[in-house]
T-cell receptor, first 111, second 116 residues
C-alpha cells in the first residue's frame, strides 16, 4: 500500500519568515495530493491540493509543488503569521481510493 | 459548501456501554465516508472506509465487531463503539467525500469519547 512520509515533525519560524513542509510517497498510482490544517481541538481543513497533471499551485501565501518523478511534494507558506500555527497534514490518494496521511507537522509561528 | 456534521461532540460513559456517533454530509452526497481515530499530537489513523449501501472496509487491526459502521444513505454514516472500555477512549473523526477521484475529504468536528 501507499506510504507517506512527512518532514519535519515540528517547525518553528519567526513571523514573516517562510515555512516549508515536505512529503514523499511510494505509490506511483497516487495522483491527488491534498494538504490539511488542523488547529488544536478542531477538524482538519483542506487548505490546498494538487493533482498529478500540474507541478505547482499557488493560493495567496500558500503554494504546493509536486515532483512526480521523485515522488515528493511540498507545502510552502510565505510571510507566516501567528494564526498559521497549527498541525499540517499531507496526504496522497490514487483515484477514488483512500487517502494516506503523513504523520503531521506542528508549525509554530513566533510573533 | 461541503459541510460535515458529527454528533455528539463529547461523550462520557461507563465501561460496557455502547456509543453511537453520527456523521452527516449536509450539502452534498457522500459516496464514501471515512472514520479515523486520533491520539493526542498524533496523526489520523484510518479505522474504516464505508460506501453507501455496502459493508465497510476495515483497516488491519481494527475489530469490526467492536466498531460497527453503517452507511445507510448518501448523507449519513454511523460508528457504534460496542461495549466500550477505557482503552477505547479517544478522539474519533469522520470525513466524507463526493463521487469521483481527486476529491478532498471534508471532516466533521470530531467526537471526544471518554470511557470511565
Amino acid at each position: 500500500g501507499e506510504n507517506v512520509e512527512q518532514h519535519p515533525s515540528t517547525l518553528s519560524v519567526q513571523e514573516g519568515d517562510s515555512a516549508v513542509i515536505k512529503c514523499t510517497y511510494s505509490d506511483s498510482a497516487s495522483n491527488y495530493f491534498p494538504w490539511y490544517k488542523q488547529e488544536l481541538g478542531k477538524r482538519p481543513q483542506l487548505i490546498i491540493d494538487i493533482r498529478s497533471n500540474v507541478g505547482e499551485k499557488k493560493d495567496q501565501r500558500i503554494a504546493v509543488t509536486l515532483n512526480k518523478t521523485a515522488k515528493h511534494f511540498s507545502l510552502h507558506i510565505t510571510e507566516t503569521q501567528p494564526e498559521d500555527s497549527a498541525v499540517y497534514f499531507c496526504a496522497a490518494q490514487a483515484n477514488a481510493g483512500k487517502s494516506t496521511f503523513g504523520d503531521g507537522t506542528t508549525l509554530t509561528v513566533k510573533p | 459548501g461541503a459541510v460535515v456534521s458529527q454528533h455528539p461532540s463529547w461523550v462520557i460513559c461507563k465501561s460496557g456501554t455502547s456509543v453511537k456517533i453520527e456523521c452527516r454530509s449536509l450539502d452534498f452526497q457522500a459516496t464514501t465516508m471515512f472514520w479515523y481515530r486520533q491520539f493526542p499530537k498524533q496523526s489520523l489513523m484510518l479505522m474504516a472506509t464505508s460506501n453507501e449501501g455496502s459493508k465497510a472496509t476495515y483497516e488491519q487491526g481494527v475489530e469490526k465487531d467492536k466498531f460497527l459502521i453503517n452507511h445507510a444513505s448518501l448523507t449519513l454514516s454511523t460508528l457504534t463503539v460496542t461495549s466500550a472500555h477505557p482503552e477505547d477512549s479517544s478522539f474519533y473523526i469522520c470525513s466524507a467525500r463526493g463521487d469521483g477521484g481527486g476529491q478532498p475529504q471534508h471532516f466533521g468536528d470530531g467526537t471526544r469519547l471518554s470511557i470511565l
